[in-house]
């Protein structure tokens, strides 16, 4: 018996000792890790955003110049939105079953823009691709007419914006694939209020950029099989102090929208430090202690965190494809933690302080 108590013993030493080295572990950290020694580094900027679909009638577009003007000084080479790609929507749409909902909410349908250029989504991204790589140092309108209508074939429709605001006013006319069904596209793209077409793709214009590149992600999507119980359980993690906080900040500035250097105001406060805390507080921290036995927050989270390492990955895409550039991303400021800390994990990338971009 003694050698019985002996032995358990010994094993639950060596259990204690195994969870003790679990709990000691700290995995290789990449982030402190940075390069090159050499040569320009890679340097991302991510700009918080609200979406300014929910913005009050007294919003105008050139209300955003102000903050315009900050961007375009620090001049970022490549800009990445919160839109997903004409390749990833066409991909969903072969899987109705799952995606449905998600074509539906983030994704136009690019049926006009193949009538009018005989290209369905794959051969019009081969084609637009094709044509950039040869792109003129100096093209012509019709050139520019072209690839609006290659980009809206492919269901890149920001980057098809670019190039509308690139010609001049009377240039923006049917021609090279483009007809009237595509310029009344155009033209309603153009004032949409919307985050990546009044900041991204006016800013790439403005730096003479020929696009932007579509990094959002919408593969983690599944249908909820109890959407009424999601919900209940989602809204209620949600009902917090934090959220409460948030709410108020956002009704204070919405509030003043219409007078000079709200919405440069409003991008300053949704880009400062401190938001991440408070966004995990308000929404994500609360939903992964929902006590549901179904584990609805924990699902949320999972969903979330899995959606934002997909884009991450597409941002430091983007960034492989011209190494050495200054890189901007305009996406919504939940995401604005999640991506900046995925993506200093990288050793070839060094995030920049909004803060100090905006001051």
């Not at 110049?65 to 969903?92: H, T």
């Not at 012509?140 to 429709?157: H, M, P, Q, V």
């Not at 917090?240 to 009704?251: E, G, I, L, Q, V």
């Amino acid at each position: 018996m003694a050698q019985l108590w002996k032995l358990a013993a010994m094993i639950a030493a060596v259990a204690g000792a195994s969870i003790a080295t679990a709990q000691d572990y700290r995995p290789f950290d990449t982030s402190r890790l940075k390069g090159p020694h050499s040569g320009t580094r890679n340097q991302l900027l991510v700009l918080g955003s609200t979406h300014l679909s929910g913005m009050p009638a007294a919003f105008q577009p050139e209300q955003l110049d102000p903050l315009l003007d900050k961007l375009e000084v620090w001049r970022p080479q490549a800009i990445a939105i919160e839109a997903v790609s004409g390749a990833q929507c066409d991909f969903m749409r072969h899987y109705p079953d799952h995606y449905k909902d998600s074509v539906e909410s983030y994704c136009w349908d690019p049926a006009p823009a193949a009538k009018a250029t005989g290209l369905d989504v794959p051969s019009a991204t081969a084609a637009w691709s094709r044509l950039l790589a040869t792109w003129p140092a100096t093209p012509s309108a019709a050139d520019r007419r072209r690839l609006a209508a290659l980009f809206l074939a492919g269901g890149e429709g920001a980057s098809a914006l670019v190039q509308w605001l690139r010609l001049p006013e009377n240039e923006r006319h049917v021609g090279e694939g483009l007809d009237t069904t595509l310029v009344a596209r155009l033209e309603r793209l153009r004032t949409r209020n919307d985050e990546s077409l009044l900041i991204a793709a006016a800013l790439a214009a403005r730096l003479g950029l020929e696009r932007v590149h579509a990094m959002d992600d919408h593969t983690a999507d599944s249908p909820v099989t109890d959407e009424n119980g999601y919900e209940a359980a989602i809204s209620k993690a949600w009902d917090n102090p934090a959220t409460s906080k948030r709410k108020a900040t956002d009704a204070a500035l919405a509030a003043r929208v219409g007078q000079p250097g709200t919405m440069l105001a409003m991008y300053r406060a949704l880009n400062r430090a401190d938001q991440g805390k408070l966004i995990f507080a308000s929404d994500f921290g609360a939903a992964l202690e929902e006590p549901s036995t179904e584990r609805f927050g924990r699902g949320y989270v999972g969903y979330w965190e899995t959606r934002n390492l997909r884009m991450a990955s597409n941002i430091r895409d983007m960034f492989a494809m011209r190494p050495g550039i200054r890189g901007l991303v305009v996406v919504g400021a939940s995401h604005k933690p999640y991506i900046e800390n995925y993506l200093n994990q990288m050793h070839d990338m060094t995030v920049v302080d909004a803060e100090t971009v905006l001051r």
